[in-house]
């Protein structure tokens, strides 16, 4: 399994083209760059998309880290390590449980270039397990989140990693009642009594330290 951890650099959200990579990303942009599948132009699409994902786990040291990443998949298929609260199923006392890093299984396929696609499409917890949130499916089933009803055209991989920790944030912005969204009605109804904990975290994206 690969396990990347980051070195800061001065660089934003905004700007995550311009990062020049350093040793191991360059190392693994050339895997990506020999094994990378699909049409002339996905191909060139998911290597800028690989190129900003490294990006992203070089600034964000504290928040992101790459666990592993399949570079001659159809789709962009990566396994990252999200520093984010994921609220698990509440103990014997009614107690909301908590862990601090969630493990997402990332699937960005070609079609979502052609057409806006359901948001549940595109993210999975594979750890910790049961989470329990009114947008991601509890086990025996896979543990999908649910990203939006529709997510746009082209969404950038960086921003599903966004939303996947804003959605985990519980923050202002994220609609966990939507009923086209909800895939814990139970956790829904359960978190819908205990407003007052969210969100879960206050804290941005992007740290300051990051960016030292």
């Not at 103990?91 to 997402?104: K, Y």
Request: hydrophobic content about 45%; some cysteine; proline content about 8%.
């Amino acid at each position: 399994m690969m396990m990347i951890t980051s070195t800061p650099r001065e660089y934003g959200l905004d700007n995550l083209a311009k990062v020049t990579l350093t040793p191991p990303y360059l190392g693994l942009m050339d895997n990506a760059t020999r094994q990378v599948r699909g049409s002339r132009a996905f191909r060139q699409r998911k290597l800028a998309e690989w190129h900003n994902l490294f990006a992203l786990a070089m600034i964000a040291s504290y928040r992101l880290h790459i666990l592993f990443g399949d570079f001659a998949a159809d789709a962009l298929r990566v396994v990252v390590a999200l520093r984010s609260p994921v609220p698990l199923e509440p103990d014997g006392s009614g107690a909301l449980r908590r862990a601090d890093t969630a493990v997402l299984g990332i699937t960005w396929p070609e079609a979502c270039l052609r057409m806006p696609m359901p948001g549940s499409s595109f993210c999975e917890v594979l750890d910790p397990q049961p989470v329990w949130h009114p947008n991601v499916a509890m086990k025996p089933k896979a543990q999908v989140c649910c990203l939006g009803v529709k997510l746009p055209i082209g969404i950038p991989v960086t921003e599903i990693l966004l939303l996947a920790h804003f959605l985990l944030c519980m923050k202002a912005g994220v609609n966990a009642w939507d009923p086209a969204g909800v895939l814990n009605a139970e956790a829904a109804k359960w978190f819908q009594l205990n407003m007052h904990l969210l969100p879960l975290s206050r804290e941005p994206f992007l740290l300051r330290e990051d960016k030292t």
